[in-house]
């Protein structure tokens, strides 16, 4: 199949915004936290969490999906799940960061819904299933 000019530069667009998202999300999982003194039992990291691998899914489904399939959804969940827990294990080697399996856990939650919600919303529950 052969891209117009247009869908050339969309593609390129998305490739890049990707690329750029990992390396924010590597530098923010590297840093040093500063101390924001934000009760932890409201758990407003997993939330982050949450918000940043489903954006992640997003982004990786935007890039392999040509068709909307089941394997789309689920290999762009894999990716971004599969990203967080890189990014967990490499925390495990900062001194000031730590790896947490509720962390995981936050990121595969995220990433399964916001690829789940942006399906839907973009073809329809009917057609996420479907065998095309």
């Not at 409201?42 to 935007?62: C, E, P, S």
């Not at 999906?65 to 969940?77: D, Q, V």
């Not at 894999?78 to 990121?107: H, K, T």
């Not at 916001?114 to 973009?122: E, G, K, M, P, S």
């Amino acid at each position: 199949m052969k891209l117009t000019f247009v869908e050339h530069v969309k593609e390129r667009i998305i490739e890049h915004s990707l690329f750029a998202w990992l390396c924010i999300l590597l530098v923010l999982s590297l840093i040093p936290l500063p101390e924001t003194g934000i009760d932890p039992e409201w758990h407003l990291d997993k939330v982050v969490h949450l918000l940043l691998y489903g954006i992640t899914a997003i982004l990786f489904y935007r890039r392999i999906r040509l068709r909307l399939r089941l394997w789309h959804i689920l290999f762009s969940i894999g990716l971004a799940s599969l990203y967080g827990f890189f990014l967990e294990v490499l925390q495990r080697l900062v001194p000031w960061r730590s790896f947490s399996l509720s962390d995981i856990i936050a990121n595969v939650l995220g990433a399964t819904t916001f690829v789940l919600i942006y399906t839907y919303r973009l073809k329809g529950a009917n057609r996420i299933f479907s065998k095309q």
